[in-house]
């Protein structure tokens, strides 16, 4: 059969990758066309775009970019067209995505979504979105499946792929700064979120001489760090985050990562200050980080906006890098809470078997 994939920045490629291959593990003749990135690309899809050229921020960012976008959702139509592919997977990344599965359907695919918009948290007008342009549902967290049935829509509860990330991992005893005691520094995957959060690493560095600090960055953004004379280690996330002490991790994907490695952490997060002053308008929710989220409890400190500063930094490192601290300790036993929570490996598998069973009664009940 034929899959387009469409990924919206570095979390969804690494999700996507191991997607990919468990798709092809079940149809080994799968033809895989996607907007993506290289992890994708090493599983076996042919990337029509790359990722970084989609990770747009902010509502700024939005009115921006909105020639960008509209050129972008055209070029998707086209490409689907000439593809005509058997399912359309959209994974994550639901402002960008929803927009495009309307242009999918209107257009008679078959279409399916991997790691469900966050709709709990804020924007539940997407309830209806998803009803009325996605087939199948897959979701990530317990609590999603009965809030998405509830609303007519076809839901599955597959499990958190990032159990599967992780089983995979072997960490490299080799690695270069394994021998020395240091904080690792996420400033996230996106442009904004790099651009936001250097200076503020640049100066904690600083500010605490005594403290070795490691960035973990990504390389299609390599540019960015140039400018700032910190120890960077590109696309070798899992090993910064082992070997490390403590971490400050900028809000997403990463602090759920960095948890279920077991390293104790602070969350950051800044944005443009019109997002951030429209989002406090519909936000449902009490905190910002995955880990807090899934456990409905701050066991993790969050830094948001004029927060993230050094001064808040400082203070809340120093208390994480003490061995024997109770804030330290407090967040290993929640961290396995956290990992019983959200369920064992597997979700890859078992979301690519029901892609490619929901795939194939599309096409019969449409021979």
């Known amino acids: 059969m034929k899959y387009f994939i469409l990924v919206g920045e570095k979390s969804g490629d690494l999700h996507g990758s191991n997607l990919i291959k468990e798709l092809i593990s079940i149809d080994p003749n799968a033809e895989i066309q996607a907007w993506g990135g290289d ?12 990722h970084k050229n989609l990770a747009i921020m902010g509502l700024l960012g939005v009115l921006q970019n909105l020639s960008r976008l509209k050129g972008l959702f055209k070029l998707f139509g086209e490409q689907i067209e000439a593809f005509q592919p058997d399912t359309i997977v959209f994974i994550d990344y639901g402002g960008f995505n929803l927009k495009a599965a309307r242009i999918a359907k209107l257009k008679g695919f078959h279409t399916q979504f991997y790691i469900a918009p ?18 199948e549902l897959y979701v990530i967290f317990p609590f999603e499946k009965k809030l998405f049935e509830e609303n007519g829509i076809k839901t599955h509860y597959v499990g958190n792929p990032l159990q599967d990330a992780i089983s995979k991992f072997n960490p490299d005893p080799t690695f270069i700064l394994s021998d020395k005691t240091y904080v690792a520094l996420l400033p996230g995957s996106r442009k904004q ?53 403590a971490a400050v ?25 019109l997002f951030y002053s429209l989002a406090k308008l519909v936000v449902n929710i009490k905190y910002i980080s995955l880990v807090n989220i899934i456990l409905n409890r701050a066991a993790v400190p969050e830094l948001i906006q004029a927060e993230f500063s050094v001064s808040h930094l400082k203070n809340g490192l120093r208390e994480l890098l003490q061995a024997d601290s109770p804030s330290r300790e407090k967040q290993k036993l ?11 490996e597997g979700a890859s598998q078992r979301t690519a078997a029901y892609i490619v069973e929901s795939a194939n009664n599309f096409k019969l009940n449409n021979a």
């Open 193 to 245: 979120e790099i651009q936001a959060s250097m200076p503020i690493f640049e100066a904690l560095s600083k500010e605490m001489p005594d403290t070795s600090f490691c960035v973990a960055g990504v390389s299609e953004w390599k540019d960015l760090y140039a400018a700032y004379p910190l120890t960077v280690i590109f696309d070798k996330t899992y090993q910064v985050l082992h070997y490390a002490k």
């Open 118 to 135: 966050k709709v709990w948290a804020w924007n539940k007008g997407r309830v209806d979105t998803i009803r009325k342009w996605i087939d």
């Open 334 to 344: 929640d961290y396995s809470e956290l990992k019983e929570s959200i369920g064992k």
């Open 39 to 50: 992890e994708m690309k090493a599983a076996g899809a042919e990337i029509l775009i790359h």
């Open 249 to 273: 991790v900028t809000s997403g994907t990463a602090t759920l990562e960095t948890a279920l490695l077991g390293v104790p952490q602070l969350v950051v997060y800044k944005t443009d200050w």
